[in-house]
């Protein structure tokens, strides 16, 4: 199994920045891939971005292209995503998730076997 935890959320002005952490714990970190993924009050839940086992294939989501980076740092076994140029409607809990590393990457959260617990980002008008 692996263990993920995210970290980072919190309360942001809209231009602002958040960088939020998914540290994860158990199985080889580096055999997966990792997503990040965000769920809105009475919104379906989707993906951000997404990271490949060696950080050097990754996917972003229109919403993300341009003002969020997705990176990875496989000795501290932990992903981080940039976030800049924060909206309004950026306001979700945010997810990381864990599957076995594959290309192409997962796009799709039934895809992922493991998630965390998730942390709210609130982006204030």
């Known amino acids: 199994q692996v263990q993920l935890a995210e970290s980072g959320g919190g309360l942001v002005q809209a231009g602002g920045s958040l960088r939020l952490s998914c540290a994860t714990s158990?199985?080889?970190?580096?055999?997966?891939?990792i997503g990040w993924f965000r769920q809105a009050p009475g919104k379906e839940r989707e993906l951000v971005a997404v990271?490949?086992?060696?950080?050097?294939?990754?996917y972003y989501a229109d919403s993300a292209k341009g003002r969020f980076t997705i990176s990875r740092d496989n000795i501290k076994n932990t992903v981080y995503l940039q976030m800049n140029s924060l909206k309004p409607e950026d306001t979700a809990v945010y997810y990381c998730?864990?599957?076995?590393?594959?290309?192409?990457?997962?796009?799709?959260?039934?895809?992922?076997?493991?998630w965390g617990q998730g942390t709210q980002v609130t982006v204030s008008s």
């Open positions: 998730a864990g599957g076995i590393r594959r290309v192409p990457l997962r796009r799709i959260s039934g895809d992922y076997s493991y």
């Open positions: 158990g199985r080889t970190f580096s055999n997966y891939d």
């Open positions: 990271i490949g086992w060696s950080g050097g294939n990754t």
